[in-house]
């Protein structure tokens, strides 16, 4: 019986909030998929750690002997990394993504970061989908390329690109002849979804708000690009995507097509709001000062 990092953390916002709208805010995720994570880590545990009326949450007694050790093992995890960095000489940039960004974001950004900072690592993680912070929310991410929306009120984006979203269709689908798709003529196919944790980015990528209150068939979840193409692949859904990412991903097996009837997709950068570090300003001027028509798409 392990309790991963991530989920002794959730748990400690809640103990401290009270309040799971207020904890999930604090967080930026859902407050479904903080109530699921909460849920999982009691299954884990074999102990309630809240009792939740309709008006209220507390600790349970069990619950209020477990956060001690809960705060104390986030704190020393902490401790441990700086102290590793410190012994490293290690300073850290560590930019997270969603998706494979491409579209002439980074290279240009990163030059001229590595241009204007001295003695900074870059670091490009590409983070599942059960966190649609993309690192930002748990503190591992520095900045991250993110899909909106995102969840929470302690970030700021700012909008890098438009683009029409396209259906990633198994190769041989009855569809897969058309030059376009209207999504209507998707709303009887199954899809492959992205985790509950994705909350509202879930929503989106399944087009819940296209749908006339008809909830979507899920064929097949995935919590990574790959995972995604492979389901698709092997028949279990249909999935859709953004413009500029079919070229990304290319991959036997499958057929990408235009969807018309939906709005488009928005990749931004994102940055925590409390974040006031120079080397933090210096990476976004360096993205935010590409030309405009070099950062979006129509």
């Known amino acids: 019986m392990d309790a991963h990092l991530r989920e002794l953390r959730y748990f400690v916002a809640v103990a401290d909030e009270l309040h799971f709208t207020r904890a999930a805010e604090r967080l930026f995720v859902s407050q479904p998929a903080l109530s699921k994570q909460i849920r999982a880590l009691e299954r884990r545990l074999g102990f309630s750690l809240f009792s939740r009326q309709t008006r209220s949450v507390r600790l349970t007694p069990a619950g209020e002997a477990f956060l001690p050790a809960a705060r104390e093992a986030i704190a020393a995890f902490a401790r441990g990394l700086e102290a590793a960095r410190v012994l490293a000489d290690q300073r850290v940039f560590t930019v997270g993504m969603q998706t494979a960004v491409g579209r002439d974001l980074q290279r240009p950004a990163l030059q001229r ?83 509950d944790a994705a909350g509202p980015l879930r929503d989106f990528w399944l087009a819940t708000d296209a749908r006339n209150g008809r909830d979507p068939l899920i064929g097949s979840e995935a919590t990574s690009p790959d995972e995604v193409f492979e389901a698709v692949a092997s028949g279990l859904g249909v999935a859709l995507l953004a413009e500029g990412n079919v070229g990304l991903y290319r991959r036997p097996g499958v057929a990408c097509r235009p969807v018309t009837g939906l709005a488009p997709a928005q990749l931004a950068v994102a940055w925590r709001a409390n974040d006031h570090r120079k080397v933090l300003t210096t990476f976004l001027q360096g993205l935010l000062a590409q030309p405009a028509d070099a950062r979006a798409r129509p």
């Open 113 to 195: 970061f590595r241009e204007l900072t001295e003695h900074w690592t870059v670091s490009m993680r590409l983070i599942g989908w059960h966190d649609p912070t993309a690192g930002l929310g748990d503190g591992t991410s520095d900045v991250a390329f993110v899909w909106l929306p995102v969840p929470g009120d302690g970030l700021h984006t700012r909008v890098l690109a438009r683009e029409r979203r396209w259906v990633v269709l198994p190769f041989g689908h009855r569809l897969a002849g058309h030059t376009e798709i209207a999504f209507t003529d998707l709303l009887v196919e199954p899809f492959v979804a992205l985790p």
